[in-house]
């Protein structure tokens, strides 16, 4: 009921935008028609007006039916126009209608507008494109692939253009010089991806101005937004290398035993099964043996969840209702010491809602019969404390902790990868989870069913995975930059976002990222018939029901496309279609443009087109002659999503522009959300009493029943993905600091302000540490280390007995010193090398410890997911240490750039050519990044001599993702010239007589 009444409220909140825009819309109508009398000159004309008018202080919201009118008129001058499209030749068609008026209205405002399929999300775009980019800054619009945004930016690039606006977009293989240009035109089109390592390469690693390739953050129009803020979420885009020290595998070590373990739990878990079943089916069952049996299954249920016996036996209703009244029971605090036993029983547990995988004692004990501490981490804390309170030599003591804290590392790395085999094992299933290709591991896309390569698990268990495959480990790596595609979006003045299926997930983007939802109504009528689910026991008796209604549309010509959640799936009914002799063709996302072409065509009669999720989305699929008479499109999915949205996506791809189409989903209770999700509750009441093998259950219940399952998971994975962003604020803080410093050093012309700020920062803490300010002041030896640190640091001859008077003023002596001296640098070295070099000491410092930083990041969140086995909350742990290592992080760059100031020398190019070389051997990682990319990338931007440096490799890195980075030590001293030698300054006088004198 409340649901209900939220429904009908949150219609009636949404036809309130609607009817508040249509005087607007009325407005934009008006102008336009006051337009269709002006020759195109004076309609192009308008761009610069509207331009004009916006410096002399007009606002948007005040151009927006005038720049909103222009467009549509253009887009009617337009009309009957051939024009090139990927190669194509395309009639120009489309005016705007009102309802995308409305659209792109609540685009400018920075709202996510849910316009249905075929709504034509494309053409709306362009109104509040060019509106924003009347401000001068880039208008962006992201694509979910390189093939839209190069189809998108080529055919809205007409109308653009037809105003006397640009348009680029950005491409994978892209050289910088060719990005660069792109993002400075008007519009740009391009995928999350490339935009965020644009961003990551601009500010973690150009290091020069003239290597960045990003104008600004203005205004982004997201396309499918729920797709990249919602299903990438969990993906951070990474660019990394190759880690410096090579780090021993443990998970090679490692696999054997493991392996051993899991065959063995598996032989245990299978007995039990089997001692379940006879207990169960034995005529004259007691309720102890039933009591007993529903014990065994609950253990083999927190052995290995997906065991295939325990499956089978869970078809029979009855007693799948027995264990999941068991599993509820089990699960009250009154039973904890019950299946803390049932656990030790086992070798270890999984548990596949939290995806977390325990060793048992017996477990190990298994593993390491001689030293069953060998997986128990030490308790760190009271060895210290046990240390400290030994008779032992400071040295002694430090000692001490460093081997135990080497042991603690050592073996908190064994238990981690250990329950990341355990996990891979038990867990992840190949052709499911992710496919085998090349030699490699790639992860197929619970969502969508799309192969991502490139893209890895984090935190050890994609090597897990590997070690499992016995496929190539991937080396280490070391992330040089990262960031999330959310923090990325969130860096935009203006943002705004379209999709067919953003309002279940409404209350995500209005908390997380203040986006309010709109849903825009369609054209045309909808007229889409979305019928019952049925339900079967077996997957078995689905896939049979499937192909059967397949069967009989076929029969009849009517086009059908089969929505699938996993390749395998595609792969089974495919199989089944050729067995039944149904031509049809099958998508897994892989070649976009190719799919796109092919989806295109799933609308002819007769035609039967197997896709997954992902596999040709935005493009949309038109009718073929005499369908609309059968029917329409019917769309069938083979199983329910963890989403509604997904669903909603798949339903969507019928119906387009009130034509007539249906859609039904086909579901077993052998699918993954039934089994997880509909325990003890009504719906799994009605089926257990009715259903026997080969039966079909239908009922608007069901669906209902299903749906709030569905919900249910949504909020589960909402909670993870929040929390993950609550990790990752810590991170973006820093980051933005971080960059802030690293461009500001960049883009200024001396960074001779940062340096100097630091090094005041490092004198005030080290007066504070020597005691100055404090009260019976500074005892002698610490006066003599300060003042040796100073001379070793800076050439200002300090001596002890100078160093005295109140704090600030100290201060400020010293720095002026240090001042003095580097203006006799100054002085005698080309102003503008020595501009270079205040730089490159600046941006050094940062990249070195800002690297080593986001490792000992992952780290921590490494090791606090192991913490959080105490009492403390994991978050607020992570902050505060976080802060600490920051903290460090600081003192370390402050550091640095003392140390290397009066030590280096003004050879700029050499070191600027330095950089270069980093920036060609990092490779990229995130969502359909190819590893090459950034290589490719900066390849053109490099200068064609990289100054007597060994270039990493003569050729393009193209056919090699990991390029060894070659180990090049800075020379920090100044090259020893012989006196007679010309000064190396280039003045062209002698060493001597010169910076020699
Ligand atoms: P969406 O992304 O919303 O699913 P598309 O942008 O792919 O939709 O457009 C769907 C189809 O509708 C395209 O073939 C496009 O040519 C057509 N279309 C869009 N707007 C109009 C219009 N105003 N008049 C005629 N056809 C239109």
Redo the contacts with the bound molecule.
């Keep these: 009921m409340l649901s209900f009444l939220f429904q009908k409220f949150a219609g009636r909140h949404h036809r309130k935008y609607v009817e508040k825009c249509r005087p607007l819309v009325a407005r934009i109508n008006e102008h336009e028609q006051a337009y269709q009398s002006l020759t195109d000159e004076q309609l192009r004309a308008k761009t610069d007006e509207f331009r004009a008018r916006f410096k002399q202080g007009e606002t948007l919201d005040q151009l927006l039916p005038e720049a909103f009118a222009a467009v549509k008129n253009a887009a009617r001058r337009m009309v009957g126009r051939t024009v090139i499209v990927c190669e194509h030749e395309l009639t120009w068609?489309?005016?705007?209608?009102d309802v995308?008026l409305i659209g792109g209205i609540c685009l400018h405002e920075g709202r996510i507008a849910e316009?249905a399929?075929?709504?034509?999300?494309?053409?709306v775009a362009t109104l509040p494109l060019y509106l924003n980019a009347l401000v001068g800054k880039n208008s962006q619009l992201v694509t979910v692939n390189d093939y839209l945004a190069r189809r998108d930016s080529e055919w809205m690039g007409h109308l653009y253009s037809f105003l006397g606006l640009t348009t680029g977009c950005i491409q994978q293989q892209m050289t910088s010089e060719l990005r660069r240009e792109m993002y400075n035109r008007d519009i740009t089109y391009g995928t999350a991806s490339e935009f965020g390592f644009d961003y990551l390469r601009d500010n973690g690693m150009a290091t020069r101005k003239d290597d960045q390739v990003q104008r600004d953050h203005w205004y982004c129009i997201v396309d499918e937004i729920d797709s990249i803020l919602i299903d990438e979420a969990r993906t951070p885009l990474i660019i990394s290398g190759p880690a410096p020290i090579e780090r021993e595998q443990p998970f090679t070590r490692l696999k054997p035993p493991v392996e051993d373990l899991v065959r063995e739990q598996l032989r245990l878990v299978n007995r039990f099964v089997k001692e379940a079943t006879d207990l169960l089916e034995k005529k004259d069952a007691t309720p102890d043996d039933r009591q007993t049996a529903a014990m065994k299954m609950l253990q083999v249920k927190l052995g290995m969840p997906k065991n295939k016996l325990l499956l089978r036996l869970m078809e029979t209703p009855e007693w799948r209702k027995l264990l999941d009244k068991t599993d509820v029971e089990m699960h009250s605090d009154f039973n904890k010491e019950e299946v803390y036993k049932l656990k030790e029983e086992l070798l270890f547990t999984i548990d596949e809602k939290n995806h977390q995988a325990d060793l048992s004692e017996i477990g190990r004990t298994k593993l390491r019969p001689d030293d069953r501490d060998a997986f128990v981490l030490p308790d760190l804390a009271s060895e210290f404390i046990e240390i400290e309170k030994r008779n032992d030599t400071p040295e002694q003591k430090e000692q001490a902790k460093l081997t135990a804290q080497q042991r603690y590392e050592v073996v908190s790395e064994d238990i981690h990868a250990i329950s990341q085999l355990l996990r891979a094992y038990a867990l992840y299933e190949r052709d499911v989870e992710y496919v085998i290709q090349d030699g490699k591991v790639l992860i197929v896309d619970e969502n969508t069913g799309r192969v991502m390569p490139g893209r890895r698990w984090s935190d050890g268990l994609h090597q897990a995975v590997e070690a499992k495959e016995g496929v190539t480990i991937e080396r280490e790596t070391r992330t040089y930059a990262t960031v999330t595609i959310q923090n990325y979006f969130r860096m935009y003045e203006k943002l705004a976002g379209m999709t067919?299926t953003a309002e279940t997930e409404a209350t995500e983007f209005h908390e997380i990222y203040k986006l309010a939802v709109t849903q825009i109504p369609t054209n045309k009528p909808c007229i889409r018939i979305d019928r019952n689910d049925s339900i079967f026991k077996t997957r078995r008796d689905k896939y049979n029901a499937v192909v059967k209604q397949i069967q009989e549309a076929n029969g009849r010509g009517q086009p059908v496309l089969l929505g699938t959640v996993t390749v395998e799936q595609s792969e089974v009914l495919s199989r089944m279609l050729k067995r039944g002799g149904i031509i049809h063709t099958v998508l897994n996302a892989k070649f976009h443009q190719q799919e796109a072409e092919i989806v295109t065509r799933a609308g002819q009669r007769n035609a039967v087109t197997i896709a997954t999720n992902m596999a040709g989305r935005?493009?949309?699929i038109?009718l073929g002659e005499g369908v609309r008479e059968l029917g329409g499109l019917f769309v069938v999915g083979t199983e329910r999503h963890e989403s509604r949205r997904i669903d909603r996506q798949l339903r969507g791809r019928c119906s387009?522009?009130g034509d007539p189409g249906g859609t039904k989903f086909f579901l077993s209770l052998e699918d993954d959300l039934m089994r997880l999700f509909l325990q003890g509750n009504l719906a799994s009441k009605i089926m257990e009493g009715s259903m026997k093998e080969g039966e079909e259950l239908e009922h608007p219940w069901l669906n209902r029943s299903i749906e709030s399952a569905q919900k249910k998971v949504e909020q589960q994975n909402f909670a993870v993905r929040k929390r993950l962003l609550q990790y990752d604020d810590v991170l973006n803080k820093q980051r933005e600091v971080i960059y802030g410093i690293r461009n500001g050093a960049l883009h200024s012309e001396r960074a001779k302000d940062i340096i100097f700020e630091m090094i005041e920062e490092e004198l005030a803490v080290r007066l504070e540490n020597a005691g100055f300010g404090e009260k019976g002041g500074t005892p002698p030896t610490s006066l003599e280390s300060l003042v040796g640190w100073l001379n070793s640091h800076f050439p200002i001859s300090m001596k002890v007995e100078e160093l005295t008077g109140q704090p600030e003023a100290l201060l400020k002596s010293l720095v002026d010193r240090i001042r003095q001296a580097y203006g006799l640098k100054e002085s005698i070295e080309d102003v503008q090398a020595l501009g270079g070099l205040e730089r490159y000491i600046v941006i050094n410092a940062i990249d070195h410890h800002w690297q080593e930083h986001l490792t000992e990041m992952e780290e921590l969140r490494r090791s606090i997911g192991l913490r959080s086995y105490g009492q403390k909350d994991p978050l607020s742990e992570y902050k505060s240490e976080a802060f600490r290592f920051f903290e460090e992080l600081m003192n370390n760059v402050r550091l640095q750039i003392c140390t290397s100031l009066f030590r280096s020398a003004t050879n700029r190019e050499a070191f600027e050519n330095l950089f270069s070389i980093l920036a060609r051997s990092a490779r990229l990682q995130g969502p359909t990044a190819a590893p090459t990319a950034l290589a490719a990338a900066t390849q053109a931007a490099l200068p064609p001599d990289v100054g007597g440096v060994p270039s990493p490799r003569g050729e393009p890195a193209a056919s090699e993702p990991e390029i060894k980075l070659p180990t090049i030590t800075i020379r920090r001293e100044a090259p020893k010239v012989g006196r007679n030698e010309p000064c190396p300054c280039g003045s062209g006088k002698k060493f001597k007589n010169c910076h020699g004198a």
Aim: hydrophobic share 25%; aromatic share 4%; net charge neutral.
């Design positions: 068609d489309m005016v705007h209608f995308q316009m399929t075929g709504e034509g999300k494309t053409l067919g935005g493009t949309d038109k387009r522009q």
